[in-house]
């Protein structure tokens, strides 16, 4: 008896070898490819210094006082907060003794926050990632409308109209920092009028190696829906023509903002509404991040390749 494989695996065979055709001759085009999709902005952290054509370090306090939900501490554009070597990028959080001043705040703690200088309507986003393990850390993956009226971020100055949620918050992935079993858990969230805050929408999934191995995160968003989705697992869609909470008022400018352009953010708060209590003997942590890359539809929809499937025959 001989494993006999389908015409869909000669066909899956010739589209592997165009694949890597195409690798060797388009530069932007890395180990991970789906069908139908084309890989259009990426970072691989293969410098020893940010790119600041592809990041803003984001570190203007947007309010008097400090960071929004509770925060604890400053970002900051200094190299002790944002290090890329070995082929990753790290952002690290601090504890600073004496306090760290800055806009006339003190703060205990430093961290940083980047936003992608590129912004997008649907596709696919991969973000590898290794997260804290330190209680009190807040690690976030994620994503804002690009019309958000915030002081200080990048967009803000030419595009900043709207106010948030009504802009869209995309989650990609989060972790809180309140008790050690948090540390085993990601979340993926929504946020819109309808639901954000105490009322965001999202689900979670079980990691508990997020803190020691490196885990990719992501969302595969159309005009439809947004699927998040851990080492290509998906454990969350929402769609608000399905989803429970959303399903009686449907799609409307309150439960769908997802039409437009949505921009990138890294980085660690410290404490806050996630982070929690930051334990006293704190002094720093880091998420470590190999590469960001940003998928968008090319001629086809699934960005899924299915592994070709022999068929038996018992005739030989």
């Known amino acids: 008896m001989k494993l006999r494989y389908t015409s869909l695996t000669k066909n899956m065979a010739l589209n592997a070898i165009v694949l890597?055709?195409?690798?060797?001759?388009?530069?932007?085009l890395t180990n991970a490819q789906y069908a139908g999709y084309e890989l259009v902005w990426s970072d691989e952290f293969d410098g020893t210094v940010i790119d600041d054509t592809k990041w803003f370090q984001q570190n203007q306090l947007p309010q008097a006082g400090g960071w929004y939900n509770g925060e604890l501490q400053h970002y900051t554009d200094n190299s002790e907060n944002v290090e890329v070597s070995g082929g990753t990028l790290k952002i690290i959080a601090k504890a600073e003794s004496p306090a760290y001043v800055d806009q006339g705040v003190s703060r205990d703690y430093t961290s940083a926050r980047l936003n992608s200088k590129h912004a997008?309507?649907?596709?696919?986003?991969?973000?590898?990632?290794?997260l804290p393990a330190s209680l009190g850390t807040w690690p976030a993956i994620w994503m804002l409308g690009k019309d958000i009226n915030e002081p200080g971020g990048f967009w803000n100055e030419t595009y900043g109209t709207t106010g948030w949620p009504a802009i869209g918050e995309i989650d990609i992935m989060e972790q809180k920092g309140?008790?050690?079993?948090?540390?085993?858990?990601v979340l993926g969230t929504i946020h819109t009028n309808a639901n954000n805050g105490g009322t965001a929408l999202g689900g979670s999934t079980s990691l508990t190696t997020s803190t020691t191995s490196f885990h990719t995160y992501s969302i595969i968003w159309d005009e439809n829906e947004i699927q998040f989705l851990v080492d290509d697992i998906e454990y969350y869609t929402y769609n608000p023509e399905t989803d429970p909470a959303t399903s009686v008022t449907g799609r409307t400018a309150d439960t769908w903002p997802f039409d437009s352009d949505q921009y990138l953010l890294l980085n660690i708060a410290m404490g806050g509404t996630l982070g929690g209590t930051v334990p006293a003997g704190f002094t720093e942590d880091q998420m470590e991040v190999d590469y960001v890359r940003v998928y968008q539809i090319d001629g086809a929809t699934d960005p899924i390749v299915a592994a070709a499937t022999p068929t038996l025959d018992e005739s030989e």
Do not use: H, M, Q, S
Not at 178 to 185: G, H
């Open 178 to 185: 309140i008790v050690v079993a948090d540390k085993d858990e």
């Open 120 to 130: 997008f309507t649907y596709g696919r986003v991969d973000v590898r990632a290794k």
């Open 20 to 28: 890597v055709i195409g690798f060797l001759f388009n530069p932007l």
